[in-house]
């Protein structure tokens, strides 16, 4: 910071003279002399520094010195503290009090020096580069902004925020049994993929399976370690956490008179459509269902579970890096997640198959579980 005393009274008959102070300090670290012959010009009226140069303006005198414009060269390393640096050791070592930028070794200066695994220049949680001056990861306690939906320092699962800093759709809930993915389309062009998700809900003992025509539905496929941004994750993702769960209501109650919800004789069928193309009503944001085109759910309890197909079509998805982790709640609220009204299944690399292409992906449970 350079404040300019062009009446400093130290210096005879107005000639003037600068300061160059450390800005976040308020230190001072150098003067800086009125280099002219000439009396009351007033040296340092104005002050601007620019592109390592610092410009002082003497608008008086009486002499070929008065209205100069005096530039003075900032050369980082010549080991003296010109105006605008914190120090100058004249050096080119980080990390030994004085940067190679000219500031004092600290995090937060824009130079990774030892013991530092990042400098951003900034002392701000929730980019990439912590206050901390360490690489922001899911699991060090800090939410990443975009990439992260909560960070609670550590790495399980089920405990309100997942290992994944994804928020914790289903805690105290079951297993989908039978669990099949089909993703076809993958690669350019995209958003004409088409994924399919279907299985058997069985719900722990005593939980309650609400008809979701009354409740509304949730659904969840990610990248099951990998935080947001990555490859399945949007792809029947419509839930509380992502603000997009499917909701109740019979057809005509959503975003288009064919939106909604059909349940069939005995109330152990029910069948949701999207034809809009929006999920929440009534906003009704264009593009919001990704793709959702229909859900299936049949309950043939007791005699067996719940059974369920979901279907995205022209949906945009990326390359799904495995495991996935896939999920349906039984009720639109975060709350149904939390009472268990839920199940889970990992698809792992050991469930899943590519085509010879790469552009479509096939995952199966083991047979072993589906016989038993």
Same mark, same amino acid.
């Given at each position: ?30 003067? %800086? ?108 306690? %800090? ?153 299936? %759910? ?75």
């Amino acid at each position: 910071m350079i404040v300019g005393a062009p009446d400093d009274p130290t210096c005879e008959d107005g000639c003037g003279r600068a300061f160059a102070f450390d800005a976040a300090s308020a230190a001072l670290l150098t003067p %800086i002399d009125n280099p002219h012959l000439d009396f009351d010009v007033h040296f340092g009226t104005r002050a601007v520094a620019d592109a390592g140069r610092v410009l002082l303006h003497s608008p008086g005198g009486r002499g070929r010195d008065g209205g100069l414009v005096t530039a003075f060269a900032l050369t980082c390393g010549n080991d003296s503290t010109e105006p605008g640096e914190s120090c100058d050791d004249g050096n080119a070592t980080d990390g030994d009090g004085c940067d190679t930028n000219c500031t004092v070794s600290a995090c937060g200066n824009g130079v990774v020096a030892p013991g530092e695994e990042c400098d951003d220049g900034n002392l701000t949680d929730g980019d990439a580069c912590t206050a901390a001056c360490a690489v922001a990861v899911c699991g060090d306690g %800090i939410v990443r902004v975009g990439f992260e939906q909560c960070d609670d320092g550590n790495h399980t699962d089920g405990d309100g925020c997942d290992a994944s800093c994804h928020e914790s759709l289903c805690i105290g809930g079951g297993e989908i049994r039978d669990a099949r993915l089909d993703v076809t389309g993958l690669g350019e062009p995209y958003g004409d993929e088409r994924v399919v998700l279907r299985g058997e809900l069985v719900l722990p003992a005593g939980v309650a399976a609400p008809a979701p025509a009354s409740v509304g539905l949730q659904t969840m496929l990610r990248d099951a370690d990998f935080p947001l941004g990555f490859g399945m994750n949007g792809a029947l993702d419509f839930n509380a956490p992502a603000g997009n769960p499917v909701p109740p209501g019979p057809r005509g109650t959503g975003c288009a008179p064919g939106d909604g919800w059909r349940t069939g004789p005995g109330g152990t069928e029910s069948v949701y459509l999207n034809r809009s193309g929006a999920i929440d009503p009534p906003l009704c944001t264009a593009g919001s269902a990704y793709g959702l085109r229909r859900i299936r %759910i049949a309950d043939a309890r007791p005699a067996g579970g719940i059974r369920f197909r979901i279907e995205s079509i022209r949906a945009t998805v990326g390359e799904p890096v495995l495991p996935l982790l896939a999920g349906v709640v039984l009720g639109a609220e975060r709350a149904s997640g939390m009472a268990g009204s839920c199940a889970l299944r990992a698809l792992t690399a050991e469930d899943c198959r590519w085509s010879s292409g790469g552009g479509a992906l096939r995952c199966r449970v083991p047979a072993r579980e589906r016989r038993g």
